[in-house]
């Protein structure tokens, strides 16, 4: 099995651009690059004993811890193992072959909720990814929450999204699930470009993109699905994969335009090919000088999994760099500076890194492109895949605003943007942060997006042309009374904002929920506030969380139901 899946890939490759021209020649690999401390690498020539015995220390020191400063990358050759995989918190578990059928793990790659007794709405910042999954017994757990992606998956069975308690996620994209997925107790899912042999479960807000098999579209509320036949325009996550020849390289997909199903359906994937050599391959003690300088130097970045502390913002000035982390490799931005930012240039990909803000107040934790920018970038577009966001839990931190988007036609694929409501400094006036996502471009569009628990709008669209599939959003817990908590003599700030001045925007699948913990009578005057012109939303609701937890007057602007006591739950087809 092994030797014909080499050989299918050598030949997938001869489809493949590289940035280098020819594809190196088989039998001369090169030496495996130093991906530094915390990047493990399995081979399929290893005991099976010893691969599980590295798999359960790592999922035995990161399964509870939450704030943990550990980050880990376990890749696997291409190959088959029997092995089951357990991920834990800042565990990355990934197949290192160019297609998923190429890494096989013939167990469970799964995540589970037994250190919370079953409840998973505290299951974060995980990843697995380019794998093929034969669970024993049929079925494979993915119970989670935010910022814990499964992509590029091939699960033959049945997946279940839930341990038993709570769920608050997710997301599933690019991936084929041949038997049911079912979501449990899932609050809320988005699944984007996967093919599924059927799915059932419901609770407030289920979304499909570009899903073969999803259910039927128009439904909602009753069951709460949201169906969008093809997804507008997206280009998949980089991934690093090994060729033929044994040699590294990520692989960079192309742009889709009004698509469904996985990338790599017919076996041979669109996109091209860059060589490690091309990488400067960032390790722990790397400083924010030395990044620059190679980026400055023309070199791509692989962030290899660690918490780097950033005296200077990075910058990413050239067109298609790409700048792809390993096991939830985290940036901290000391001294109030911006921690990453780019040029307003073509094709830039930004994937797999988690912002953390400093105690000094950032004015923005990240900018996609500078103020002002007004080139087109239709044909190639900014993607930032799986590139999220805190502000405290891990210790005191602050940012006016998370994520500030100036450049035109950028793409963020699962995004979570999070004013810490737990953890280490945490409170009303020590983790401040006033805005999770700011969008000054036009045509950029947005597939799951959380945004949660900032102190204003959650989200401020001002560019034209948006289009945003799945939002989640919980209103900030902890305002301490109403007085605290006004928009001018408007009672609270509405989560999602259309600006003004927007002619034209579309949203689908929006959830918004409330849990005012200080004062129960607090209110939020409406989730949404938009311009009533050129703008259109579909299949919204608001939930107050628990049973007297405050209230959401209205859903868009003045219409729709109160979500509050004694009805706590509320739907909104379309708008207007």
């Not at 997710?170 to 470009?193: I, K, P």
């Not at 993109?209 to 009753?222: E, L, M, R």
């Not at 049973?547 to 509320?570: E, M």
Request: glycine share 12%.
């Amino acid at each position: 099995m092994r030797t014909a899946a080499i050989a299918a890939a050598a030949l997938t490759l001869t489809a493949i651009s590289t940035a280098a021209g020819a594809l190196p020649a088989a039998g001369a690999p090169q030496a495996t690059p130093d991906f530094g401390p915390n990047v493990t690498i399995f081979d399929p020539s290893m005991s099976a004993s010893s691969i599980q015995s590295k798999l359960n220390s790592v999922f035995s020191a990161q399964e509870k811890a939450q704030f943990g400063n550990a980050r880990t990358a376990l890749l696997f050759k291409p190959g088959t193992y029997n092995v089951d995989a357990n991920v834990g918190f800042y565990e990355q578990v990934s197949g290192l072959g160019l297609l998923p059928g190429q890494v096989t793990i013939n167990g469970q790659v799964h995540a589970e909720a037994d250190w919370q007794g079953g409840n998973a709405t505290l299951n974060f910042w995980r990843d697995a990814e380019n794998l093929t999954i034969n669970p024993p017994g049929g079925t494979d757990t993915w119970a989670v929450s935010q910022a814990d992606p499964l992509r590029r998956v091939q699960v033959n069975g049945n997946l279940k999204l839930d341990d038993g308690g709570w769920s608050s996620g997710g997301f599933l994209a690019d991936s084929r699930v041949t038997g049911q997925v079912r979501s449990g107790s899932q609050q809320q899912w988005l699944s984007r470009n996967d093919q599924i042999g059927a799915w059932t479960g419901q609770n407030w807000n289920m979304v499909f993109s570009g899903v073969q098999g999803a259910p039927a579209a128009n439904s909602f509320p009753k069951p709460p699905y949201t169906a969008v036949a093809q997804t507008p325009v997206i280009a998949e996550k980089p991934f690093l994969y090994v060729d033929s020849a044994g040699n590294y390289n990520v692989f960079v997909p192309a742009l889709r335009t009004n698509s469904s199903g996985t990338s790599w359906a017919n076996g041979n994937p669109a996109g091209t090919s860059l060589p490690i050599s091309g990488f400067y391959i960032v390790k722990p003690g790397d400083s924010a000088a030395t990044i620059n300088a190679q980026l400055a130097a023309g070199k791509n970045l692989l962030v290899t999994p660690g918490i780097y502390h950033l005296n200077q913002t990075l910058n990413v000035t050239r067109a298609d760099t790409v700048v792809l982390g390993l096991g939830i490799a985290t940036l901290v931005p000391d001294n109030g500076i911006t921690a990453i930012q780019t040029a307003d240039v073509n094709g830039v990909k930004i994937a797999g890194l988690l912002i953390d803000a400093g105690p000094t107040n950032s004015p923005v934790l990240m900018r996609v492109g500078p103020t002002g920018s007004t080139a087109n970038h239709a044909a190639d577009p900014t993607v930032l895949s799986d590139v999220h966001f805190r502000i405290g839990g891990a210790g005191v931190g602050k940012a006016t605003q998370s994520l500030v988007v100036n450049s035109n036609n950028v793409i963020t694929d699962d995004t979570w943007l999070w004013r810490a409501d737990h953890g280490n400094g945490v409170g009303w006036n020590s983790n401040t942060a006033a805005n999770g996502l700011v969008v000054n471009g036009n045509n950029v569009t947005a597939y799951g997006l959380f945004a949660e628990h900032y102190q204003q709008y959650q989200v401020i669209w001002n560019g034209n042309g948006g289009k945003t599939i799945f939002y989640q959003s919980e209103m900030p817990y902890d305002p301490p009374n109403q007085g605290a908590y006004m928009n001018g003599s408007t009672k609270g700030w509405a989560s999602y904002k259309v600006g003004s001045s927007v002619t034209s925007h579309e949203a689908w699948g929006l959830g918004v929920y409330c849990l005012f913990v200080n004062d129960a009578s607090i209110s939020n005057a409406h989730a949404i506030e938009t311009p009533s012109s050129g703008v259109k939303f579909h299949d919204m609701v608001t939930v107050m969380l628990g049973s007297n937890a405050g209230t959401i007057t209205h859903i868009v602007n003045n219409t729709g139901a109160a979500a509050g006591p004694g009805h706590t739950v509320q739907d909104l087809v379309s708008f207007p």
